[in-house]
């Protein structure tokens, strides 16, 4: 095998953890050696390998800590290396020219030694033992891998750094100093030194001074190129802490968007089934009003009936009575004598000792059994708010969704017009209110007033811009609620649709809601609204209808507003005092 003459220095026997030469070399799967110290400490270190280890040079992860065993063929060369590096060719001799009396084996060299390098014959066979052990051929970032560049790189006419130095140095003058080294402050030369004990740049005269006498000196730049190296394996390592706390960061992040997604989701599920639950106990309640009317009808029927019987009876009787009286007062016996026999005979009469109007005892059990479930539901409810207790302080309070509150930012002073109003509608003082009464008000007649539909207009309208408005709803089976051009038709039986100039949302019968189109949207809306949020953009020809409280859009109408729009209601008729509750426009309260 032609070999050049090359020399290794120590810089191929260094491990890449500690910075010195390999003490009990071991090497990891991946080809790359260290000592054994230190490769295990690096692995035992804080943190590290807590599922899985890596190799500090290339990274490589190994899920499974390796077994490692002492390289016994490089720690033989290592130790090689270690006694060259203190053998009698000191760098002193070296380079003032002496060569000692054991240097005679070294002078068929074909190229000079260097301290701390190593002669070719003690190379060959390093490279021997190597082929040896690994006939495959060298592994990646292996000291042989490192060697062969070396090699490549003394072919290719490039220079090695400058070897170290543990002793003072016989330097040249300061004019073969490199020009471009900046130059010592005391010698004016050429900082091509590095004291690790000092920390410091020295030059070669300070190497030989008192004050730098037996430290470890070292070249400049294979320093800098181990400390660029060291720094090279900083910067992977911080990375590595940043992509972990930004893996982190999304984490948190992505739960926190699942907890707030959940939690809307349990908003929505509990509004909804606690409206289907006040909903049923309205229904049982309307059920167990109209058993109590249909029974006190059925007792009132009964009575009128006993009493227009009684009242028959007293009036014979009392006719009766009437006849004996003038009879016993007349004179004429003959006539006394022929009448008495009939007036005296007792009339048929009904016998009402067993007679009476009875109570009604199904109305008392029907108490007692809601008696029963209203404790039942307490003590539910009770449950309940142990399963899920009150937020502490220190929690946040829920914010509310974000749609609603930016509606609500455009909020509108709205008040009624009475002079729109129909007829049968009272309007309050201050205009935010509206019933329906029994009968028609005594109102001035005049073009811009609904005399058939009882409905209402509000003063202010719209032509631009965005607006919200909230209306409460709260105890009415019926009503409706939007917007109406201003130049529709008030007279007589109006068509309510988009192509007629009405947007708005409708609620007949409690429960069923629909958006007046030709024909009606039906809609399906899970919990029953209490408060009515409208909201208008002119601009994009947008209605929208939101249940405030349940934060919650109902539906949304996409159209062009050919004219100015003036928000629209309607209490809908009383239905006999059923639908009496009025619509109140109410302020608009944004909460934090």
């Not at 000291?143 to 130095?165: K, R, V, W």
């Not at 920390?199 to 400049?220: D, F, L, P, Q, Y």
């Amino acid at each position: 095998m032609a070999l050049p003459a090359a020399f290794l220095s120590e810089d191929q026997f260094t491990c890449s953890i500690c910075l010195e030469v390999f003490n009990n070399p071991v090497s990891t799967p991946c080809g790359h050696s260290f000592c054994q110290s230190c490769i295990c400490s690096y692995w035992d270190g804080g943190g590290r390998g807590a599922k899985s280890y890596q190799c500090p040079l290339c990274k490589e992860a190994f899920q499974k800590r390796p077994e490692l065993h002492i390289n016994r063929t490089l720690k033989e060369i290592t130790e090689q290396f270690k006694q060259m590096a203190n053998s009698n060719l000191s760098t002193t001799e070296i380079v003032m020219g002496r060569e000692p009396p054991n240097a005679q084996p070294y002078k068929s060299l074909s190229a000079p030694q260097r301290p701390g390098d190593m002669p070719e014959n003690i190379f060959v066979e390093m490279v021997a033992r190597f082929q040896q052990l690994n006939p495959a051929g060298m592994p990646r970032g292996s000291p042989m891998e490192s060697q062969s560049f070396f090699l490549q790189t003394q072919n290719n006419g490039l220079q090695d750094p400058p070897p170290p130095y543990s002793t003072a140095n016989s330097m040249g003058s300061p004019a073969d100093v490199s020009s471009n080294l900046p130059p010592c402050p005391t010698h004016l030369r050429g900082l091509e030194f590095f004291c690790r004990t000092d920390n410091k740049c020295v030059c070669s005269a300070c190497t030989e001074t008192a004050e730098h006498r037996g430290h470890n000196i070292v070249s400049a730049k294979r320093e800098w190129q181990i400390k660029k190296s060291q720094a090279e394996f900083t910067e992977v390592e911080l990375k590595e802490l940043i992509s972990d706390r930004e893996r982190k960061l999304e984490e948190i992040q992505s739960s926190l968007r699942e907890i707030k997604t959940a939690a809307e989701k349990e908003t929505d599920e509990a509004v909804c089934a606690f409206s289907k639950l006040i909903s049923s106990v309205e229904h049982c309640q309307g059920k167990f009003l109209e058993v109590i009317e249909t029974s006190l009808r059925a007792a009132e029927s009964r009575a009128q009936g006993l009493i227009r019987e009684v009242e028959e009876e007293i009036a014979a009787l009392k006719r009766k009575s009437s006849v004996l009286n003038q009879l016993a007062q007349s004179e004429d016996y003959i006539n006394f004598l022929q009448k008495f026999p009939t007036v005296s005979t007792p009339p048929q009469l009904k016998d009402w000792s067993g007679v009476s109007v009875s109570s009604m005892p199904i109305s008392g059990s029907i108490l007692r059994s809601l008696g029963q479930m209203v404790e039942q539901l307490q003590e539910e409810t009770r449950k309940l708010t142990e399963i899920c207790p009150p937020p502490s302080p220190a929690q946040p309070v829920p914010r509310p969704n974000p749609k609603v509150r930016r509606v609500q930012e455009y909020a509108e002073d709205i008040t009624l017009d009475p002079s729109t109003a129909h007829p049968r509608l009272q309007i309050s003082p201050d205009g935010k209110q509206v019933r329906c009464s029994d009968r028609h008000q005594l109102v001035a007649d005049n073009p811009e007033r609904f005399d058939r539909v009882v409905c209402v207009l509000a003063h202010q309208g719209f032509s631009s811009g965005r607006h919200y408005w909230e209306v409460d709803v709260a105890g009415k089976t019926d009503w409706d609620l939007g917007v109406a051009s201003r130049s529709v038709n008030r007279r007589g039986k109006i068509n309510v649709s988009p192509a007629h100039g009405y947007w708005f949302l409708s609620l007949r019968d409690r429960t069923d809601f629909a958006f007046r189109t030709d024909p009606s949207t039906p809609l399906t809306v899970g919990v029953r609204p209490s408060r009515i949020g409208i909201y208008v953009d002119c601009d994009k020809g947008l209605v929208s209808f939101y249940n405030v409280e349940a934060k919650l859009l109902i539906f949304s109408f996409t159209d062009s507003f050919p004219d100015t729009v003036h928000p629209f209601f309607s209490p809908c008729t009383n239905k006999s005092g059923q639908n009496e509750a009025p619509l109140t426009i109410c302020p608009v309260a944004i909460k934090d």
